[in-house]
């Protein structure tokens, strides 16, 4: 069974940055798309960023130029770089994995507040 494992959330103050790591228990080789969505408090959950298997990269218009997705293969973990974090920014953060099926991670809370 395929598990993803979220870190890197945390506190963080307006105008900083945080990586948020997702790592698989398998090769992300077999993923057609690997992306991050996130869901603020009484919010649906959003996309954020997908990376596709040919390394294509798609990004929410809210965080367009901040954010940056990326993988490491030899890893086995997808990434997201968080720069210029705002307080909208706030939410629990998950990972997605899709090949024939979806998965998701269990999710890390991002803070951003002064």
């Known amino acids: 069974q395929v598990q993803l494992v979220e870190s890197g959330g945390g506190l963080v103050q307006p105008g900083g940055s945080l990586r948020l790591s997702c790592a698989a228990s398998t090769s992300i080789l077999m993923f057609g798309v690997m992306g991050w969505y996130r869901q603020a408090p009484g919010k649906q959950r959003e996309l954020v960023a997908t990376?596709?298997?040919?390394?294509?990269?798609n990004y929410a218009d809210s965080v367009q130029g901040r954010f940056t997705i990326s993988t490491d293969t030899a890893k086995n973990t997808v990434y997201l770089q968080m720069n210029s974090l705002k307080p909208d920014d706030t939410a629990v953060y998950y990972c997605?994995?899709?090949?024939?099926?979806?998965?998701w991670g269990q999710g890390t809370q991002v803070t951003v507040s002064s």
């Open positions: 990376i596709t298997s040919g390394g294509r990269t």
């Open positions: 997605n994995a899709k090949s024939f099926l979806n998965y």
